[in-house]
Structure formats: C-alpha cells, structure tokens
C-alpha cells in the first residue's frame, strides 16, 4: 500500500496526492530524470546492440506514460512532474551520459529511495524504470540481442531488482 509523505494511508477509496515534500530538490530531479535517463541509453547504438528506430523511441515513451496506470504514488507522481515540464522536454544534456553515470544514477536513486520512500512505491519505481529499458530494447528485430541483456542486467543490478 501507498502512503502520504506524512507517512498516513490515504483515505479510503481515492489516494492521497504524492508530493515531493518528502524529498530534497537533487532527489526529486534524480527521480524524474531517470526514467529518461534510462530511455535514451537504451536506444542509444552501442557495440553488439540491436539497432533503435523511432519505434524504440515510442516504446520507451509508451513505458514512461503507463507508469500513469501504476498502483504507486511515487511513480504516478514522478510521472505527473515528468509531463508537468514547462518546456516539455524530458531532460538536458545529463540525459546524454554513458553506461557508468546511468548506473551511477540508478543506484543514487536506490539510496535515495530507500531512505525516503514506502517499500513498496520503492519496488514499483524501480520496476517501472527498469519496464522502460526492457520495452526499448524489445522493439529490435528478433527481441534483445546479448548485449542488450547485459545491459537490461546491469540496469536491473543497479536498481537492486537482481
């Protein structure tokens, strides 16, 4: 079950609103930033990694977008802030980090979470982020080449879901 950043179940039947009270501006940025974070290195070209097209790209949006439909706050509301962006991008430069920064980044937010966050809106943002990757990386032609399952792993290591 979700709770408030008060740490009170929200009443019955509709849920509390998440807010980021509960987290430091650099943790709330962390939060939001990620999920694109995790989309572009996904569709990003690297060695022995199946091509990505704009359908890769769509399905990483796609994924962000059903975080919507989660039974969290926490994701509902990162993903409310994320389409909230006044200028309607996702991020800045720091969304074009390599492989060692992204990983960096997840286990920041693994900290981070837990410290601030439920269990179980932790569990659900971290599979939520992690859903995001795997969606890019299935949109290839035979489904995710070996070195997109190293990457789907070490992505999933360093959300702590491995």
Request: net charge neutral.
């Amino acid at each position: 079950m979700s709770y408030s950043v008060a740490g009170e179940p929200p009443s019955t039947g509709r849920r509390a609103p998440l807010t980021t009270a509960g987290y430091s501006a650099a943790e709330w940025d962390l939060l939001t930033d990620l999920p694109g974070r995790v989309l572009v290195a996904a569709a990003s070209p690297a060695p022995g990694r199946s091509p990505r097209g704009v359908g890769a790209g769509l399905a990483g949006l796609d994924a962000v977008a059903a975080g919507r439909g989660f039974d969290s706050d926490l994701v509902r509301a990162v993903v409310a802030a994320i389409y909230a962006r006044h200028d309607g991008a996702a991020g800045g430069d720091e969304l074009l980090t390599d492989l060692v920064d992204l990983l960096a980044a997840c286990r920041s937010a693994v900290r981070v979470l837990r410290r601030r966050a439920d269990p179980a809106d932790s569990a659900a943002y971290r599979q939520w982020v992690e859903s995001v990757a795997v969606r890019v990386c299935r949109t290839g032609d035979g489904g995710p080449s070996p070195a997109d399952r190293r990457f789907l792993d070490r992505v999933g290591g360093a959300l702590e879901l491995r």
